[in-house]
Every structure is written in C-alpha cells, then in structure tokens.
C-alpha cells in the first residue's frame, strides 16, 4: 500500500431515486427497520440497490479512492440493518432509548439471548468484490452502540450483559467478512464518545470481545456524530486513549470538524491512525491545500506510514456533487503531502 492511502469512513450519499433524502434528513438515524424510506417497490429493491452500489464504487475510483467500501447503499442507517437481523431481537414491538443528543427514539427491545442468526453482510462484500480491484472495507456496528441503541428486557436489564452478546454476534460475523475477501473490516462505535463512562467500563471488553481472534486488519470508527444531526462538537474526544488497549489495527479518528489538536494521538502510539480531514459540517468543497494542511498537522505526531486519510464520518446527508468533490479533494490533498514526503526521504 502507498504512502498515505486514502478512504471514506462509512456511508457515501444514497441516491434520491433510491432513498426518500427528505424523510431521511428529517429524522434522527433509524435504529429500528425504517422501508417507508425506501422509494423502490420491495421487489426491485435489492436491484436498485445493487445498481446504487455500483455507482458509488465507481464514484470512489473515479475521485482516486484507494479503499474502496460499498458506500452502504444497503442501509437505512448504519446500525439498524445487522442489529435488526438478529436473533433475541423483537422489532415488531420497539422500544425506546435515548439518542446522543438526548430525544428518545424507537430502538430494537432485547426480548431473549442474542444470538446471530446467518450471516448478514457477506454478500455485500461479495459483490463489493466482484465490482473492485482494489483493496475493500465493510463496516458493521459494534456491541456498545448496538447496546446503547436498544431497550433492554432481557439480560436483568443489564447493557453490559447484552453487550457482549452483540459482541459474540460481531465476533462471527467479522470472521465471515474476512473470509468473503474484506481486506478491513471496521467496526462503528460512535457511542464510546457520547457515553464515555460506560465505555471505560465495560464499552471496552465488549469491543475486544468482538475483535478477538479475527485474524485481519480491523479498524475502529469513533466520532461525535453526523454534523448534520448533532450540531454541537466539542474539540476534544472523551474517550480516546482508552482505545490504545483494542484489539484493532486501525483507528478513525475526526479533526476537521472538530479542529482537534493531534497532539492527542499520541495515545494511541502503535495503531494506524485513520485521519479525518474533510468537514462534513461544511458545504463548501475544501481545496487540496486545506487537506494537506489538516494531513500536516498529524504528521509531528503520528508517523507517515501509519496514517490513512479519510473522511471525518460518513456522508450520508452531502449532496452528491459536493461528497464527490470533496473526495477529490482528499485524493488531491493526500498526493501534495505524499509528495513532500517523498522528496523529503526519496526511498519511499
């Protein structure tokens, strides 16, 4: 892999003849299955879906994209789609938990153990690899937020207790991915920032549980949000160094939009930092120069060949144009730095 590769975190804009964008932006992520988003009858959609797929493959190669995800076409939200799908799960009669901006939503209600069913998103990667040469990432969600996300019957009540059966869950289906032909799989918890307390102590175990033994390269995704849903971003994470002690390789970490002081990445000296670089708060399209700025900013801290540039979090609420030009611009951004690298230590 080349020096300072580059990728999206998640999700890449849904096209709005697949995807009621309206609805979707007026909403809070669904955390139960929410198919009146959907603009295709149910028996054409898996092949709209294919179809958007495909595109955002090719959106991907075509701004220079290096690890390509399959944009998530699939999803209603990021979660909801393998937390629904599995066993100990009633989401014919929700429940409610709070979201991280503290508004209750419908969520998943544990009625029993939860248990994997099948296999969820294998035939994403499958098809994810049948469509791509280059290297590939799948993204699943992980035991704390899934445990954050649900209301909690069984189990005494206890979240840290249906944690880590989610993870049990995450654990065989990552080892599935990987033996579809990911080449990374990144797990999303993004609730390790919003409830920093119960991420110390048990958020942790719960994700090493789902890591352990896997035996590929896996990232951890962890954010304060869509910018476009929580509005407010504190400049510095709650939780952050704890993740020195996970199991992954990788860890995505934001700071454009929060503007964070990389300093902070010291903690997490040995993991490749997956570098946010593009605001998804902003419309306007960042030049080149900005993202290698942002690249240069890490690079006191975090050595070179340990980084990978990428996007803050997914860019689920961008209008198309401005998520493409905006990938570009990361491609673009990326290349200056590497450049200056290179000149710098010509053996590279």
């Not at 929580?230 to 993740?243: D, W």
């Not at 490749?272 to 306007?284: A, P, Y």
Request: charged fraction near 25%.
């Amino acid at each position: 892999m080349k020096l300072l590769p580059t990728t999206i975190v998640g999700i890449y804009p849904q096209p709005e003849w697949l995807i009621d964008r309206a609805k979707l932006a007026g909403r809070f992520p669904p955390r139960v299955r929410a198919r009146e988003l959907w603009r295709i009858a149910p028996e054409f959609l898996q092949e709209a879906q294919d179809d958007a797929t495909i595109m955002a493959i090719k959106a991907q190669e075509d701004a220079g994209i290096d690890i390509i995800t399959d944009g998530e076409m699939r999803r209603e939200s990021y979660s909801n789609r393998f937390a629904t799908a599995l066993e100990g799960v009633d989401i014919d009669n929700p429940g409610t938990a709070l979201d991280r901006s503290g508004h209750p939503n419908p969520v998943p209600r544990v009625t029993g153990v939860i248990r994997r069913r099948h296999a969820v998103e294998t035939e994403d990667v499958a098809f994810l690899r049948r469509h791509t040469t280059r290297k590939i990432k799948i993204s699943v969600p992980g035991p704390f937020t899934m445990a954050q996300q649900a209301q909690i019957d069984y189990y005494g009540g206890s979240r840290e207790l249906a944690a880590m059966d989610y993870a049990s869950a995450v654990n065989a289906e990552i080892r599935d991915l990987f033996s579809a032909g990911a080449d990374v799989v990144q797990v999303d918890e993004p609730y390790m920032q919003a409830r920093p307390d119960e991420a110390r102590a048990w958020g942790q175990k719960a994700l090493n549980r789902a890591l352990d033994g896997v035996g590929g390269v896996t990232a951890v995704h962890i954010c304060f949000g869509y910018a476009a849903i929580i509005h407010t971003r504190p400049s510095g994470y709650s939780f952050l160094p704890e993740l020195q002690d996970c199991f992954c390789n990788q860890i995505s970490v934001e700071t454009a939009q929060s503007n964070l002081d990389c300093a902070a990445l010291t903690a997490l000296a040995g993991k490749t930092i997956m570098l946010g670089v593009i605001d998804l708060s902003d419309m306007r399209v960042e030049t080149p120069d900005m993202v290698a700025a942002r690249i240069r900013r890490a690079l006191p801290f975090v050595q070179a060949k340990d980084l990978i540039v990428c996007t803050d979090c997914g860019m689920k609420y961008l209008p198309r144009d401005v998520a493409f030009a905006k990938m570009e611009a990361m491609v673009q951004g990326a290349a200056i730095v590497r450049g200056e690298l290179t000149k710098v230590n010509p053996g590279r």
